[in-house]
């Protein structure tokens, strides 16, 4: 069955980096656009940056444009968030989660209603 496992959270300070991965297993990871929510406490969930099957034309919402960075290894079957600069309103719970709308999808959506499977999530916390 279609499995995504995030890894990597935890605690930092203000403007310190960490890397989140997400391994995929159950489909043919390759083949499907996939991207990065968040639900911060009190707050719904949000979409921060998708990226397509090939993980060119990334998306980043603009509170992560020039911060995050969305990647996959299709070797690995294995996505990463690279958070650079890291604020204390970053602090939540990511998930990341697969779009299986469209096999070889050149474009990606932080449309959460879109993506049919998500990992179980992984807190970072933001905090001096």
């Known amino acids: 069955q279609v499995q995504l496992v995030e890894s990597g959270g935890g605690l930092v300070r203000p403007g310190e980096s960490l890397r989140l991965s997400c391994a995929a297993s159950?489909?043919?990871?390759?083949?499907?656009?996939v991207a990065w929510f968040r639900r911060a406490p009190g707050n719904g969930r949000e979409g921060i940056t998708c990226?397509?099957?090939?993980?060119?034309?990334?998306y980043y919402i603009d509170s992560v444009k020039g911060r995050f960075t969305i990647s996959r290894d299709n070797a690995k079957n294995t996505m990463y968030l690279q958070m650079n600069t890291l604020r204390p309103e970053d602090t939540a719970t990511y998930y990341c989660?697969?779009?299986?709308?469209?096999?070889?999808?050149?474009?990606?959506?932080?449309?959460?209603?879109?993506?049919?499977?998500w990992g179980q999530g992984i807190q970072v916390t933001v905090s001096s």
């Open positions: 990226t397509t099957s090939s993980g060119d034309r990334p």
């Open positions: 159950g489909f043919t990871f390759k083949d499907y656009a």
């Open positions: 989660a697969v779009d299986l709308q469209i096999n070889g999808a050149t474009w990606c959506t932080l449309d959460g209603a879109e993506h049919d499977y």
